[in-house]
């Protein structure tokens, strides 16, 4: 790929696999001087009781609870437009019961659809994880930023067969430790890092 479209690289430091996306926002209440969001605080408790169910699953195969491992092996994208690593889940079972408990209880408290029909992602064969690498919607915001300065306008896709021989590109594998509840709305920092804002973190 040309030069033209490294603002189009995502950050290795906002590299991540979305499990679910949802709204959390809500009423802001004002609690001895502090504000709160009873909606964030009701998402957070969701995602904390699918992990405590795991972690019973998981005593009950007499198994403690450790890091898991993801492979990124493959490169492929999302109509030319979003080009991402595919990742292979290691320990496939204990990803599937981490995943199918915490949507569970999402779908419970409703932030995210729970029939076949209203969502895609209603079994763990039906996600389609990713690692974004590079996004045309980053292009376009370096654009809008320095329209005056640009002779042309970005294409909109990127050229096609452009992923060719990288099919089979192997990246290594990442230990996973631990889940975030990140925000899309907010600036964050992790370490020295652009990152996005994190409202918690479930180690």
């Known amino acids: 790929m040309g030069i033209e479209y490294q603002a189009a690289a995502v950050p290795i430091s906002k590299s991540h696999i979305t499990l679910f996306l949802f709204n959390a926002d809500g009423d802001t209440d004002k609690e001895d001087g502090d504000i709160t969001d009873k909606r964030l605080d009701i998402a957070i408790e969701a995602i904390e009781e699918g992990i405590n169910e795991y972690k019973v699953w998981l005593s009950g195969k007499n198994e403690s609870i450790k890091p898991l491992n993801i492979t990124l092996e493959g490169v492929d994208h999302f109509n030319n437009s979003v080009i991402f690593a595919k990742p292979t889940f290691s ?27 209203e969502s895609k992602a209603s079994s763990f064969r039906d996600l389609n994880p990713h690692v974004t690498l590079l996004k045309m919607s980053r292009l376009y915001k370096q654009f809008r930023k320095r329209k ?21 590109k192997h990246f290594g594998t990442q230990t996973i430790d631990r889940i975030e509840l990140l925000s899309l709305t907010k600036e964050g920092v992790k370490g020295n890092f652009s990152y996005y804002f994190c409202e918690h973190e479930f180690s």
């Open 91 to 117: 320990e496939y079972a204990h990803f599937e019961k981490l995943w199918t408990f915490i949507r569970k209880h999402l779908v419970d408290r409703r932030f995210i659809p729970g029939g076949c029909e």
């Open 148 to 168: 005056k300065g640009m002779k042309e306008n970005p294409p909109r896709k990127f050229p096609k067969n452009v992923i060719y021989g990288m099919e089979g």
